[in-house]
């Protein structure tokens, strides 16, 4: 008897989305990861605002270069991709903080809620900005 292997297309922004959200989780850990190592051992403990800056600054750096080279396959160029990149990111810093804000504050939603809201809307800005506006090909 013969087997017929069937493949369903996909749409490709099925597959960056992935990629996005995998690239996302590796700038957690490394920011998480390089925030204990300064202030664990390297010196930093009392220097946690600095130490964060750092860690976060190398989280951005990460998700520009994985998301540049692997998820959009963009030929945008580093340099000239970073700079709107890191002020899409401010932008949604921005918007996380002040969706759950809102969401605490003003609409009474329970901290794990507010939590998942703010991050999921920031996923979905950080996402659609990447894929149509900096790493568009």
């Known amino acids: ?8 297309p996909y749409p490709v922004w099925l597959e960056q989305a992935a990629k996005f959200l995998s690239v996302g989780i590796l700038n957690t850990a490394l920011d998480a990861s390089l925030y204990f190592v ?4 390297l010196g ?5 605002t600095l130490a964060k800056s750092i860690s976060y600054g190398a989280g951005i750096l990460n998700s520009s270069y994985w998301n540049e080279s692997w998820t959009f396959k963009s030929d945008a160029g580093t340099v000239a991709a ?6 899409a990111n401010l932008a949604a810093l921005i918007i996380n903080a002040g969706l759950m804000h809102l969401c605490l504050n003003a609409l009474g939603l329970h901290e794990i809620t507010s939590l998942v809201l703010a991050t999921g809307s920031t996923f979905l800005w950080n996402f659609i900005i990447s894929k149509f506006v900096i790493f568009k090909k």
């Open 1 to 8: 008897m013969t087997t017929i292997k069937r493949t369903l």
């Open 82 to 87: 970073f700079v709107p990149f890191a002020l």
């Open 44 to 48: 930093f403990s009392t220097l946690q």
């Open 38 to 41: 300064l202030t664990r051992w």
